[in-house]
Nanobody, 127 residues
């Protein structure tokens, strides 16, 4: 059974930091691309970041580039998103995702490119 479990969400003040974690099971972690989407209030879901299992390359949306860092641990089958200098507009539900094709998104992240989704974890940033 494919399972992606996100954790690490919470409440912080603007300028603070959080680390989100995703534990993966039920599929070949070494072969699948993994990443993060988020659902912001009154907004469509948007891609945040993803990491390649083949070459280790990382990718970020313009809104988080320079503030967030994605990483993975193949041995532990976990993925993390380090979020720094958080802003109130970062508030939302964050979902860890996986792509069975192993190629991720060539450019902008689209939901249909990611076939496995976790339950999400809530991040709240106050001003």
């Amino acid at each position: 059974e494919v399972q992606l479990q996100a954790s690490g969400g919470g409440s912080v003040q603007a300028g603070g930091s959080l680390r989100l974690d995703c534990e993966v099971s039920g599929f070949p972690f070494d072969d699948y691309a993994t990443g993060w989407f988020r659902q912001l209030p009154y907004k469509e879901r948007e891609g945040v970041s993803w990491i390649s299992r083949t070459d280790g390359s990382t990718h970020y949306s313009d809104s988080v580039k320079g503030r967030f860092t994605i990483s993975s641990d193949n041995a532990k089958k976990t993925m993390s998103l380090y979020m720094n200098n958080l802003k109130p507009e970062d508030t939302g539900i964050y979902y860890c995702v996986a792509d069975s094709r192993g190629v991720g998104s060539p450019g902008q992240m689209f939901e249909w490119e990611w076939d496995y989704w976790g339950q999400g974890t809530l991040v709240t940033v106050s001003s």
